[in-house]
């Protein structure tokens, strides 16, 4: 079995680590901005409890492999800047879904594409994943063009298939395989 309380993963900008206590605050500004969740599974966070809550899970999940959720750290300052995760974890068929967020002063700078590509790095060659899915609501023009630069392809359409806060929205299924992503590595260094 996998473990990932101990990870941490480096990009030029970026340091991908576990969250801890400390990052209560910043997760609470982020996941309570209505901006950010717009097209987000839940409605936005009315208290700072619900980030607390979130590390404690995950100070429980990472360590039995549950699922493998990072907090983005801005090396410059030490700022928490969002979040990464694989989850929904399957061995047997060696899959995982992607979901990540970012607090919206931090949009539009490369640093979702910098912790995707650290993460779908270690997904495919550590974990040895086959298969990334992604479950986006297709309006959500920012993220599907992040899963598109990173090389995932839009697989499918499924109708009505969240109920958040009463409002119902659509599912674009965005996939990428491992063969996908090494074939790119490969035409990336030639
Ligand atoms: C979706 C989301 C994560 C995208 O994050 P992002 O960091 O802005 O996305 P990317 O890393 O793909 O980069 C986006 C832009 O940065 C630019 N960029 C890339 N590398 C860069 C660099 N080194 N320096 C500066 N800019 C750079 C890209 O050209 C791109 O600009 P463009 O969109 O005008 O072409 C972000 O909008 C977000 O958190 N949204 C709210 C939460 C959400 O919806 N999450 C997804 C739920 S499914």
Redesign the pocket.
Known sequence: MQTFDQLSLHT??LLLRPLRAEDAQGLFDMFSDA???????TPPWPTIDEAHAMIARDLNAMPAGEYLRFGLEHVDDQTLI?TCTLFSISSTCRRAEV??????A???????????TALLDYGFSEMKLNRVE????PR?H??A??LE??GFTREGFLRERWIVDGVVSDTALYGLLQSDWKARQTSCVQ
């Open positions: 030029p900008r901006e950010v969740m717009r097209y987000w599974s969002g979901g990540y967020g970012l607090a919206s931090a949009w539009g700078k490369g640093y979702m594409n910098e912790a995707l992604a479950d986006i609501d959500n920012a993220s063009k992040s630069r990173l």
